[in-house]
T-cell receptor, first 113, second 109 residues
């Protein structure tokens, strides 16, 4: 049973560029979550999918952020026109309904210059 | 508003010196309380889920307990490899986990 995987692990970009991250959940997990974590803070919820449907989005998720989960498998998180404030660790997690235990991936560290 | 507060922010222990980490929470309709371990630059690693007051779970040197207002993570005879940030999170009415800021544990030999 492989865990949650994320790609890339690190991304450095210039302000104003677009970036896209990928998350592959644990196979058969139908729930997928994106979180953002900054230094010294706990992860903060961004958005949630059940199968291919995006069911919940946080106020933190501005219009520059978009997430998809085609066919209910992997998910992508895109940030358009990146800003320095977007620098953070982006974490993906998955869980199997009905249990609520969420298992996290290794994260993607984004640095916006 | 759902909220999680962890204390202390940082804890330094000598190898073998037992201690406890605290997680106080306010949530409407607790569905579960979760403990994770996070090493620098990595994602959180799941440790325990507790669902109701009075419940306890153990894993090696770690033991988690739950009351109606807080949870404790007891560390017995810690080793240097237990050094990490320990995160507490709750699941309430919403889908998202609400995390505390974590307790950074350093164990020296």
């Amino acid at each position: 049973d492989t865990g949650v995987s994320q790609d890339p692990r690190h991304k450095i970009t210039k302000r104003g560029q677009n970036v896209t991250f990928r998350c592959d959940p644990i196979s058969e997990h139908n729930r997928l979550y994106w979180y953002r974590q900054t230094l010294g803070q706990g992860p903060e919820f961004l958005t949630y999918f059940q199968n291919e449907a995006q069911l919940e989005k946080s106020r933190l998720l501005s219009d520059r952020f978009s997430a998809e989960r085609p066919k209910g498998s992997f998910s992508t998180l895109e940030i358009q026109r990146t800003e320095q404030g977007d620098s953070a660790m982006y974490l993906c997690a998955s869980s199997l309904d009905p249990t609520d235990t969420q298992y996290f991936g290794p994260g993607t560290r984004l640095t916006v210059l | 508003e759902d909220q999680v507060t962890q204390s202390p922010e940082a804890l330094r222990l000598q190898e073998g010196e037992s201690s406890s980490l605290n997680c106080s929470y306010t949530v409407s309709g607790l569905r579960g309380l979760f403990w994770y371990r996070q090493d620098p630059g990595k994602g959180p690693e799941f440790l325990f889920t507790l669902y109701s007051a009075g419940e306890e779970k153990e894993k090696e040197r770690l033991k988690a307990t739950l009351t109606k207002k807080e949870s404790f993570l007891h560390i017995t005879a810690p080793k240097p490899e237990d050094s990490a940030t320990y995160l507490c999170a709750v699941s309430g009415a919403g889908t998202a986990l609400i995390f505390g800021k974590g307790t950074t544990l350093s164990v020296s030999s």
